[in-house]
């Protein structure tokens, strides 16, 4: 797809200098910081080991919900529902013109820098001049996982995949390789990468998560994965941990058709081990198109309201999770789109209680925000949720410090 809004005119460039007007207003008026400098907003966030591991054992929806009652109170009051629902998205971009379009026309809250991004966007360091177009921080995000999954190894060389770095690296190793990538990342103007995979698997080296499982022990995962995460995280890039509630024993592929884990008995066992001790307030956290006996009722994972409710209340036996909750791609796999058309699969995830709906294109973004008024409008959709939704995702972001 080409470059939207290159023919626009007078009168819509100074609707979208207005929407970023107002919403810069509102963040200089609620003491909040500005992306225009292109630093990554993640770095204001702990990420120290320790603080992690004191965060995690203390940190409760209720608490974090109690606690940003008024949080960032200021600044919602002078955003318009549509630039709410419009800090929830994120979407893949062709390059750096169509980023710009979307980011200035609906000040969308993040961009997916994807396998289909001309290069340039990277190579050219373009992604610091897309942000400053932002009057709110710009989340980044990118899936930089090493071996068969990355976005920016011909620019600054491979690394291995997870299976192959647990068999021939050590854990300080692995963190060494992540901080670095995660410096790389940050160079570019990424802010979030969408890794580790802790996955717990045994399936072959080129199956659908395959080589990109640290390992089939659940134990290893988590060493190696949260060694992982911890260099991400002290390079100043949020990591995402996927694909909750658990994708290496799954049955099928996601990006071909429906996929069905084992029970969610089982998964407690082994795919959700990891989760219990990586899970912290400084991660995301990503659903897979995941069908999960016992627990989503042949739903997704990615838009069941019960795998939202297992993570955030941390009843599989892990903390209780406050931060940012992704979907897996919602266009692209067809264990979705055989089912649902991109506006009813962000309205399900939303509903579901997801603070941020991925998918690959920018062209349905105001069909999607028209939608997401309605639903609102409708009932369906509290504004007390996307209030609450936004405070998780700004705080994120680095433009709340409450």
Not at 242 to 251: C, E, L, N, Y
């Amino acid at each position: 797809m080409g470059p939207r809004g290159s023919s626009a005119t007078v009168g819509t460039m100074r609707i979208r200098h207005t929407v970023a007007a107002v919403l810069a207003v509102a963040l200089t008026t609620a003491g909040c910081g500005s992306s225009d400098s292109g630093d990554d907003p993640v770095e204001a966030t702990p990420s120290s080991a320790t603080a992690s591991s004191t965060t995690t054992a203390t940190t409760t929806e209720a608490t974090a919900t109690a606690t940003s009652a008024t949080c960032g109170d200021e600044l919602l009051a002078r955003l318009t529902l549509r630039q709410k629902l419009a800090q929830l998205l994120n979407v893949g971009v062709t390059g750096a013109a169509d980023a710009q379009a979307i980011v200035e026309s609906e000040q969308i809250g993040g961009i997916f820098i994807g396998s289909w991004t001309d290069a340039s966007m990277l190579s050219e360091r373009l992604v610091p001049q897309v942000a400053a177009q932002s009057a709110l921080p710009l989340m980044v995000t990118i899936d930089e996982e090493g071996g068969r999954v990355s976005r920016v190894g011909a620019l600054f060389g491979p690394d291995p995949s997870a299976r192959e770095t647990a068999q021939t690296m050590t854990v300080d190793e692995t963190y060494r390789m992540a901080f670095e990538r995660g410096q790389e990342l940050k160079s570019l103007g990424i802010t979030v990468d969408f890794a580790p995979d802790v996955d717990v698997s045994s399936q072959p080296d080129d199956s659908v998560i395959g080589d990109r499982s640290f390992s089939d022990d659940p134990e290893i995962v988590t060493q190696y994965a949260g060694a992982y995460a911890r260099g991400l995280l002290d390079a100043g890039i949020m990591p995402v941990l996927k694909h909750f509630p658990g994708h290496g024993s799954a049955s099928g592929d996601s990006h071909t058709g429906a996929v069905t884990t084992p029970p969610i008995e089982q998964l407690q066992q082994s795919d959700l081990v990891p989760y219990r001790s990586l899970v912290s307030p400084e991660v995301g956290v990503m659903l897979g198109h995941l069908a999960v006996p016992g627990l989503t009722d042949g739903l997704p994972a990615s838009i069941s309201p019960a795998a939202v409710d297992l993570l955030r209340s941390g009843a599989y036996g892990g903390p209780a999770f406050g931060g940012v909750i992704f979907t897996d791609d919602l266009s692209g796999m067809r264990a979705i789109t055989d089912t649902y058309d991109i506006t009813e699969a962000v309205e399900a995830a939303m509903v579901a209680g997801v603070n941020q709906a991925l998918w690959l294109t920018t062209a349905e973004v105001p069909a999607v925000l028209d939608h997401l008024e309605q639903v609102v409008a409708d009932g369906t959709l509290s504004p007390e949720w996307v209030d609450e939704s936004v405070r998780t995702v700004t705080r994120a972001k680095g433009a709340l410090d409450c």
